[in-house]
C-alpha cells in the first residue's frame, strides 16, 4: 500500500540549531512528494516538492529537502531555525494520478 | 500563489443541527476541490473529492448522507455536516487544484459540536 510516514511525533531544537524532519514513503513507483507546513488553528502552506529531476530541492523559508530513493526518504532540512518556525510539519506523496497521502506529522518546538 | 479561502474559520453548533463550510478558490478556478478531517495532534484525513457538476467521490469509511458535499461552481464547494453530534468536532480544511495541478489549502474551520 502506498504510505508515507513520519517517525519523530515531536521535536525540540534550540533556536539557531539545524533542524533535520524524518519522512520516508513506500510507493511502487518514485511518488511526488511534498512537505507542507501548519501553524496552530490554520491550514497548510507548502514549504517544497519533489517531483523529478534535481535530488535537492529547494524551498521556502529557508528549507531544502533532499529525496534519496536508496533509502526511500525525503527528509526536511533547515541549517538555523527561527523562533517562528515552530509548527507542525507534514510530508505527503502522491503517485501519478492519485490522492496526496499526509504523514503523521512532526511537532516542531523552538527552545530560546 | 492562489488562495483558498474556508468560511467560517469555526463555529459552534448544537447537537442535531446542521453546519455549512464553504470553501472558494478566490483567484484560480478549481474543477477538484478536496475536503480532510484533521483530529486533534493527528494527520489530514481525506473524506472526499469534490468535482464541480458531478456527484462527489468519498473515501471508505465517510458517510455521504452525514457529510454532502456540493461543488456547484468553479469556485465553491460546500461540505455541509448533517445532524452534526459531538463525535464531529474537528478541524476540517479543503483544498483546490489550480488548472498546474498544484494543491492549494484553506485555513481550516473549526468545528465543534454541543
Known amino acids: 500500500a502506498q504510505s508515507v510516514t513520519q517517525p519523530d511525533i515531536h521535536i525540540t531544537v534550540s533556536e539557531g540549531a539545524s533542524l533535520e524532519l524524518r519522512c520516508n514513503y513506500s510507493?511502487?513507483?518514485?511518488?511526488?512528494l511534498f512537505w507542507y507546513v501548519q501553524s496552530p488553528g490554520q491550514g497548510l502552506q507548502l514549504l517544497l516538492k519533489?517531483?523529478?529531476?534535481?535530488?535537492l530541492v529547494q524551498g521556502i523559508k529557508g528549507f531544502e529537502a533532499e529525496f534519496k530513493r536508496s533509502q526511500s526518504s525525503f527528509n526536511l532540512r533547515k541549517p538555523s531555525v527561527h523562533w517562528s518556525d515552530a509548527a507542525e510539519y507534514f510530508c505527503?506523496?502522491?503517485?501519478?494520478?492519485?490522492?496526496?497521502?499526509f504523514g503523521g506529522g512532526t511537532r516542531v518546538l523552538v527552545k530560546p | 500563489g492562489a488562495v483558498v479561502s474556508q468560511h467560517p474559520s469555526w463555529v459552534i453548533c448544537k447537537s442535531g443541527t446542521s453546519v455549512k463550510i464553504e470553501c472558494r478558490s478566490l483567484?484560480?478556478?478549481?474543477?477538484?476541490m478536496f475536503w480532510y478531517r484533521q483530529f486533534p495532534k493527528q494527520s489530514l484525513m481525506l473524506m472526499a473529492t469534490?468535482?464541480?457538476?458531478?456527484?462527489?467521490?468519498?473515501e471508505q469509511g465517510v458517510e455521504k448522507d452525514k457529510f454532502l458535499i456540493n461543488h456547484a461552481s468553479l469556485t465553491l464547494s460546500t461540505l455541509t455536516v448533517t445532524s452534526a453530534h459531538p463525535e464531529d468536532s474537528s478541524f476540517y480544511i479543503c483544498?483546490?487544484?489550480?488548472?498546474?495541478?498544484?494543491?492549494?489549502f484553506g485555513e481550516g474551520s473549526r468545528l465543534t459540536v454541543l
Open positions: 505527503a506523496g502522491k503517485a501519478a494520478g492519485n490522492k496526496l497521502t
Open positions: 519533489y517531483f523529478s529531476g534535481d535530488t
Open positions: 469534490s468535482n464541480e457538476g458531478s456527484k462527489a467521490t468519498y
Open positions: 483544498s483546490a487544484r489550480e488548472v498546474t495541478g498544484e494543491l492549494f
Open positions: 510507493y511502487g513507483a518514485t511518488p511526488y
Open positions: 483567484d484560480f478556478q478549481a474543477t477538484t
